[in-house]
């Protein structure tokens, strides 16, 4: 069964300098990943996705991820924090008929 | 493209009635969708894969006969929970699996309902 880790329950940030939020996981095969944000009360919007080729992901709002493969990770990253970037990120990934497994999420504090 | 509904976006009830959540699929047409649950400031949990026109999967430790799902169109699924208590007060979120443009077999998410038991 695949699982994803998300070691830090937050991560606080000063805009306008650069945010890494991390994300390993486990799973057979070959990894479909995904990352998602969370603002309060609403659904899951998406930001970014790996399935194949460069290791280096561009998402949505500047957003991007690096895949490494060597040590299972799928860390999120941003060169220059916004206050609005502040929410809840999740890392997924995706296992047999389309289910997602989800990490505990992150929640990302930006400051002013 | 690829946005889903969940209709209420928040219910309050008392415990012992049933609610009815409905997802539906707006531009596009989903076979499988699926019901996660989120605790406050936790993870989304899924509690079961809805394919059209067949019964639900459930994960293990959900009762089917407490959450019952219904997928009876192709942009339609439904989540009643029956005889609600407060221990069911969650959020719960609904997906729709679909191919749409080059985001082919991905997940697409509603804002989710925010449902109250008293």
């Known amino acids: 069964a695949q699982s994803v880790a998300q070691p830090e329950d937050q991560v606080n940030v000063a805009e306008g300098n650069p945010l890494t939020v991390k994300c390993t996981y486990s799973?057979?095969?070959?990894?479909?990943l995904f990352w998602y944000v969370q603002y309060p009360n609403r659904g899951l919007q998406f930001l970014l996705k790996?399935?194949?080729?460069?290791?280096l992901v561009k998402g949505s709002y500047g957003f991007e991820a690096e895949f490494n493969k060597s040590q299972t990770s799928f860390h999120l990253k941003k060169p220059s924090a916004l206050v609005s970037d502040s929410a809840l990120y999740f890392c997924?990934?995706?296992?047999?008929?389309?289910?997602?497994?989800f990490g505990k999420g992150t929640m990302l504090l930006v400051s002013p | 493209g690829a946005v889903v509904s969940q209709h209420p976006s928040w219910v309050i009830c008392k415990s012992g009635t049933s609610v009815k959540i409905e997802c539906r699929s707006l531009d596009f047409q989903a076979t499988t969708m699926f019901w996660y649950r989120q605790f406050p400031k936790q993870s989304l949990m899924l509690m079961a894969t809805s394919n059209e026109g067949s019964k639900a999967t459930y994960e293990q430790g959900v009762e089917k006969d407490k959450f019952l799902i219904n997928h009876a169109s192709l942009t339609l699924s439904t989540l009643t929970v029956t005889s609600a208590h407060p221990e069911d007060s969650s959020f719960y979120i609904c997906?729709?699996?679909?191919?749409?443009?080059?985001?082919?077999?991905?997940?697409?998410f509603g804002p989710g309902t925010r449902l109250t038991v008293l």
């Open positions: 790996y399935i194949t080729g460069d290791n």
């Open positions: 799973v057979s095969g070959n990894p479909y």
């Open positions: 997924a990934v995706r296992g047999a008929k389309g289910t997602l497994t």
């Open positions: 997906s729709a699996l679909g191919a749409l443009g080059g985001r082919y077999n991905e997940q697409f």
